[in-house]
């Protein structure tokens, strides 16, 4: 079974700060991850995804995400917080198949 | 290009009826799927389409719930004698249906926001 688990359902960083938001999972397979964000009234958006190679995955927006087996981690940040960031950042994990698993969601708050 | 679109973006409905939930994949997308967000929770998956034929009806709650896709288009989610408990935000997504590979990004509409009274 695989789950996800994010840490802090809510986040505040001011503008131009670091933006750090936390995910770690756990998979009995390789796992495949995801970052989604979700802006108001609007669908979720694909920010960024690992599948296999490279463990430093770069996504839109500035943003990139480590995976890190070790520590079954999946943190996704931004070196500089935009007031735009704010928004819902949705992790989820997958075993290979089109099934997602997704944590609860992070809300972002940007602080001017 | 147009995404996914659902309608209508909110439902208010009374105990007990039935309510239909319409999802517009991108066009050309063969594989759809429907997920439930309830308040403070993350996504659960409903149910997989790939074509017309759903493989994967393993997350519908009840037998209350159902879904069908025609014309590899446009889908149908209907949820009868609707409960309190199903209100939640309904959200679709469809992908290219690369035969179920990592490649194939799920693209997520807007979501229908359902609230049984």
């Known amino acids: 079974a695989q789950s996800v688990t994010q840490l802090g359902s809510h986040v505040s960083v001011s503008e131009g700060a670091l933006v750090l938001l936390r995910c770690n999972y756990s998979?009995?397979?390789?796992?495949?991850l995801f970052w989604y964000v979700q802006y108001p009234n609007q669908g979720l958006q694909l920010l960024l995804k690992y599948t296999t190679g490279a463990t430093l995955v770069k996504g839109i927006n500035g943003f990139e995400a480590e995976f890190k087996k070790s520590e079954t981690s999946f943190h996704l940040t931004k070196p500089s917080a935009h007031m735009s960031d704010a928004a819902e950042y949705f992790c989820?994990?997958?075993?290979?198949?089109?099934?997602?698993?997704f944590g609860t969601g992070t809300r972002l708050k940007v602080l001017a | 290009g147009a995404g996914v679109s659902q309608s209508p973006s909110n439902k208010v409905t009374e105990k007990g009826k039935d309510v239909e939930l319409r999802c517009d994949p991108i066009?050309?997308?063969?594989?759809l799927y429907w997920y439930r967000q309830r308040l403070g929770q993350g996504l659960e998956f409903l149910i997989y389409?790939?074509?017309?034929?759903?493989?994967?009806k393993s997350g519908l709650p009840s037998d209350r719930f159902s879904a069908e896709r025609t014309g590899e288009s446009v889908s149908t989610l209907t949820i009868q004698r609707t409960q309190q408990e199903d209100s939640a935000v309904y959200l679709c997504?469809?992908?290219?249906?690369?035969?179920?590979?990592?490649?194939?990004?799920?693209?997520f509409g807007p979501g229908t926001r359902l609230t049984v009274l």
């Open positions: 997504a469809s992908s290219p249906g690369l035969a179920g590979t990592l490649t194939d990004t799920q693209y």
């Open positions: 989820a994990v997958s075993s290979g198949t089109y099934k997602y698993i």
């Open positions: 066009s050309g997308h063969t594989a």
């Open positions: 998979s009995s397979v390789p796992p495949y």
């Open positions: 389409f790939q074509g017309n034929s759903a493989p994967d």
